[in-house]
């Protein structure tokens, strides 16, 4: 069974920062992209942006380059989102998910992760 | 960077009614790859359409999808009890950011 699981909710103070990581299992990890989603409380998906395992590449949404940070350790099979400087605008509900297989960036999202909250207060 | 709109924002419908949901793209979604994903409260997306009109694994038959270039729907044909949610869109026809539209709410009238 192909599944993601992520890292438990987080709760930090602004300007702290964070990594939080995404393992999947059930398939070849270093051979599909992975995707990263934020989910605002109350609102709609918004995508990040995927990387790819076998090699690192990266692509960046607009709204996200600069802000956050994706990677990756295939060794663990891994993924991971991190941020340098939290925000309180950095609450949300961040996924990530199964993306395309090898060079196809142009995928649907299947299998989802359950999900990290992050909630950043003072 | 191709925008999403979704209509209506909220369906309030009765079981056993039939539900159309619209997406409409801002350009042309490539080779209709527009996906569609259900979501209930507390729990991750599920894939539900792929490919404009593609069930997922598991997906049963009352949810179908249509639609080319920048108008596609998703319809349920009766409402069951577990199908009141939201449902979001997708287009990844595009080079990244693979964009999702705004959302419908599906509520039990």
């Known amino acids: 069974e192909v599944q993601l699981v992520q890292s438990g909710a987080e709760v930090k103070k602004p300007g702290e920062s964070l990594k939080i990581s995404c393992k999947g299992s059930?398939?070849?990890?270093?051979?599909?992209?992975i995707g990263w989603v934020r989910q605002m409380p109350g609102k709609g998906l918004e995508w990040m942006g995927i990387?790819?395992?076998?090699?690192?590449?990266?692509r960046y949404s607009p709204s996200f380059q600069g802000q956050v940070t994706i990677s990756a350790d295939k060794s663990i099979s891994t993924a991971y989102l991190q941020w340098s400087s939290l925000k309180a605008s950095d609450t949300a509900m961040y996924y990530c998910?199964?993306?395309?297989?090898?060079?196809?960036?142009?995928?649907?999202?299947?299998?989802w992760g359950q999900g990290t909250l992050v909630t950043v207060s003072p | 960077e191709i925008v999403l709109t979704q209509s209506p924002g909220t369906l309030s419908l009765s079981p056993g009614e039939r539900a159309t949901l619209s997406c409409r793209a801002s350009?042309?979604?490539?080779?209709?790859?527009l996906a569609w994903y259900q979501q209930k409260p507390g729990q991750a997306p599920r894939l539900l359409i792929y490919?404009?009109?593609s069930r997922a694994t598991g997906i049963p038959d009352r949810f179908s999808g249509s639609g080319s270039g920048t108008d596609f729907t998703l319809t349920i044909s009766r409402l069951e009890p577990e199908d009141f949610a939201m449902y979001y869109c997708?287009?990844?026809?595009?080079?990244?950011?693979?964009?999702f539209g705004g959302g419908t709410k599906v509520e039990i009238k």
């Open positions: 998910a199964r993306g395309g297989y090898g060079g196809n960036t142009r995928k649907w999202f299947d299998p």
């Open positions: 059930g398939y070849s990890f270093t051979s599909y992209w």
């Open positions: 990387i790819y395992p076998g090699d690192s590449d990266t």
């Open positions: 350009q042309s979604v490539s080779s209709s790859y």
């Open positions: 490919g404009a009109s």
């Open positions: 997708q287009q990844y026809g595009s080079s990244p950011p693979l964009t």
